[in-house]
């Protein structure tokens, strides 16, 4: 194959690199710039995809088919209250495969000990939890134990992940006791995070029937959690209100966690095409310095043009070899870019303990990106140096 009159592909590349060799530290620097926009987008892309990966494994884990209940206003704009048989009824829908609730005990707080001042509550909750909570939700014990049918009715806690950070215990003997609504608790348990649900991780969860007797809890679930076949949640969905509370249904909220954490992920799109015109500026911005290296470069080099010119090359050798030359230079940036993104993507994901995404067309685009930026960059510069006359190169270069 042949890239000009006179000169193969080999030639060609060989008198390219020996023109960036002959300014190494230029050419670096011209490379960086493209380097800087590529690894950029490709740490946009690589990051924003690793993100989605996780969240799409978090949600084939836990499930989409979980519904939460919540208490709405009433006509005149007070908060209502779900009924006490709420739970009960909810379960009764013949696609149901689970119920549970937890309920808000208003006015206790939770300190480490009994000697905090009371408006140092570190914004944890109090939540009175039946034991199958943790079945529905898809939550899971980080270290201890969950509540069951008999610490229920004593007075022991489990903190979700961030109470328990707040509060700096953990389960355990080494976790001794916590200061509950003016009572002490003991600490059996700590949860993971609980993406489904994550009011429960800046929670301390007591047992329903402790937590009306000690604590003064009306019995008035606060959030119901609802789990169904996937092919039955929309008819689920439709019937909730109702089933919940027949005769005020429009003060009954109905959502489905899955929707917020799909809303999350849009808005980390929009984010992510946010970032990526940045990373494109950048890439503009290491293309005019891959033409301003070129253009230099062909000013410097008039007497090699004239020379070779005056030996025979033809104006298309000449035009092929500077175009050439910058393409080389955008696709070193480039190949440096990818790396730099990629090692970027891998250190976040692994970080963040997400799977490692960088999608391929993400990469092939990023080499196009480079060839056409190299190509455009050097288009001109390559025309000025095919137009030389051999005398005017050999005149001027002296």
């Known amino acids: 194959m042949s890239a000009g009159a006179g000169l193969s592909t080999a030639d060609v590349l060989r008198l390219s690199a020996a023109g960036l060799r002959s300014r190494p530290l230029r050419a670096v620097l011209s490379a960086a710039g493209v380097a800087i926009g590529i690894g950029a987008m490709i740490a946009v892309v690589g990051i924003s995809t690793s993100s989605r990966a996780q969240l799409d494994a978090t949600l084939d884990r836990l499930g989409t088919n979980l519904l939460t209940v919540t208490a709405g206003q009433t006509l005149f704009g007070e908060p209502a209250r779900l009924p006490m048989e709420s739970v009960p009824m909810v379960g009764r829908i013949g696609s149901v495969t689970a119920a549970s609730a937890t309920g808000r005990v208003h006015g206790a707080k939770v300190y480490r000990t009994d000697l905090v001042p009371a408006d140092r509550s570190g914004g944890i909750v109090v939540l009175a939890v039946r034991t199958d909570l943790p079945a529905t939700v898809g939550a899971t014990v980080a270290d201890g134990t969950w509540l069951n049918d008999a610490t229920g009715g004593y007075p022991a806690a489990v903190l979700g992940a961030g109470a328990a950070e707040v509060l700096g215990v953990g389960p355990g003997p080494s976790a001794g006791q916590v200061w509950l609504g003016g009572h002490w608790f003991t600490v059996v348990g700590v949860l993971d995070r609980v993406p489904l649900a994550p009011e429960l991780d800046n929670a301390a969860m007591v ?32 019937v909730l209100a109702r089933t919940v509370d027949p005769e005020h249904p429009e003060q009954v909220e109905v959502s489905r966690p899955s929707d917020a954490l799909a809303a999350r992920a849009a808005a980390g799109r929009a984010f992510t095409g946010l970032l990526l015109g940045i990373g494109a500026v950048a890439l503009l911005v290491g293309g005019i310095g891959v033409a301003n290296t070129m253009v230099i470069s062909v000013l410097e080099r008039r007497t090699e043009v004239g020379l070779r010119r005056a030996l025979g090359a033809t104006r298309g050798e000449i035009r092929t070899q500077f175009l050439a030359e910058s393409l080389l230079l955008s696709l070193l940036g480039g190949v440096a870019g990818v790396a730099i993104g990629g090692a970027v993507t891998v250190a976040y994901a692994g970080v963040q303990g997400w799977p490692v995404a960088i999608p391929l067309p993400a990469v092939a685009g990023a080499v196009a990106i480079t060839a056409v930026v190299g190509g455009l960059a050097g288009f001109y510069p390559a025309m000025r140096a095919a137009r030389l006359a051999p005398t005017e190169a050999l005149a001027t270069g002296r």
């Open 207 to 238: 047992g329903w029937p402790v937590a009306q007797e000690r604590l003064g809890f009306d019995g008035h679930p606060t959030v119901i959690y609802e789990r169904s076949a996937d092919s039955t949640v929309d008819a689920v969905r439709s």
